[in-house]
């Protein structure tokens, strides 16, 4: 047996438990992993909530959970490039990653660099990927100031690294209290709130080339009444936005593959790329480890270890 987390209805963090179930066994080309760590996200929240049910259904019981880092324990039949021992980093699409064993497709698997902790090789999937993508879909250049809202969150923290690493200067939206932490990064931090658009201004007296939208609640309009153009505007979060004004949408479905999962591991492993992590709980602190993830106030990542 096994514990993992699972909830049988829609609702608050109330529904969620630890259930003792079924260690997993991997199928032909799959991989079962013993967690170390794994990364909650905001997505999973909204769907164990309903309020993606039209497209993303959850089927009762459920479990949750896409990033994770872990020790390879078993292999399926067929899997010969992977050894049992081996430290790996990867995700999967059933929703299974919170808990202590989780099946993965072995081409869902990249290396853990030597130097990357567990807490953040376990977060690093879906904000990475995600960030990855939003950041490529508004092409920021050298010389060309792009901004980027929600700039201390999961994915925000990441995408003022990746759009700095393109030689564009970068404004990051975020509360006073992540402004040095920001500013350390070489990221202009500006708060958010009333007045925002002008201090934007100020920040970026050569105006605005590009605009990463990791929040939602009105950016895509901000961005617009700052004059970038709608394809150099990426939201992950407002497709409403998205479908009337004809700007991007690209989050972690553009960018999922092993090959960006890697990149951006080595990127860690070598110092040009931070993982924030806001906080570590373990799998019986599921409840409020997602209490601290909806306040949406949080630096960075949290991370459950089994």
């Known amino acids: 047996m096994a514990r993992a987390i699972r909830f049988d209805e829609y609702g608050d963090v109330e529904v969620l438990r630890v259930e003792d179930v079924p260690r997993p066994a991997p199928g032909r080309g799959q991989v079962l992993v013993e967690v170390r760590a794994a990364g909650i996200n905001p997505g999973e929240a909204a769907i164990r909530r309903g309020s993606l049910h039209d497209r993303f259904p959850a089927t009762f019981p459920s479990g949750q959970g896409s990033d994770f880092a872990g020790v390879v324990a078993e292999l399926g039949e067929g899997v010969e490039e992977i050894a049992v021992g081996d430290e790996v980093i990867g995700w999967v699409d ?6 202590e064993y989780v099946v993965a497709e072995a081409s869902n698997l990249t290396p853990k660099p030597d130097g990357v902790s567990w807490e953040v090789a376990g977060a690093l999937f879906v904000a990475g990927v995600t960030a ?11 010389g060309e100031t792009v901004v980027v809202s929600g700039a201390a969150g999961g994915v925000g923290s990441l995408a003022v690294q990746l759009a700095l690493l393109s030689g564009a200067t970068v404004i990051g939206l975020a509360g006073p209290a992540n402004h040095a932490w920001l500013h350390e990064l070489g990221v202009i931090p500006v708060s958010y709130g009333d ?23 009105g950016y895509v309009d901000l961005a ?58 373990p799998l019986d602190e599921v409840r409020e480890a997602y209490r601290d993830l909806e306040r949406r106030h949080t630096r960075g990542k949290i991370v459950l270890r089994p």
């Open 132 to 142: 990855y993508a939003a950041t490529a879909a508004v092409c920021p250049r050298e």
């Open 195 to 217: 007045g925002v658009l002008e201090r934007i201004k100020q920040a970026a007296p050569g105006g605005v080339h590009a605009f990463v939208d990791t929040f939602g609640s």
């Open 94 to 99: 059933t929703r299974s990653s919170h808990a």
């Open 224 to 281: 617009l009444h700052l004059g970038i153009h709608p394809g150099r505007i990426n939201t992950i979060i407002d497709f409403a936005a998205a479908e009337k004004y004809n700007v991007k949408a690209d989050g972690s479905s553009a960018a999922s593959s092993a090959e960006v999962l890697r990149e951006l591991s080595l990127l860690v492993g070598k110092g040009l790329l931070e993982v924030p992590i806001a906080g570590v709980y």
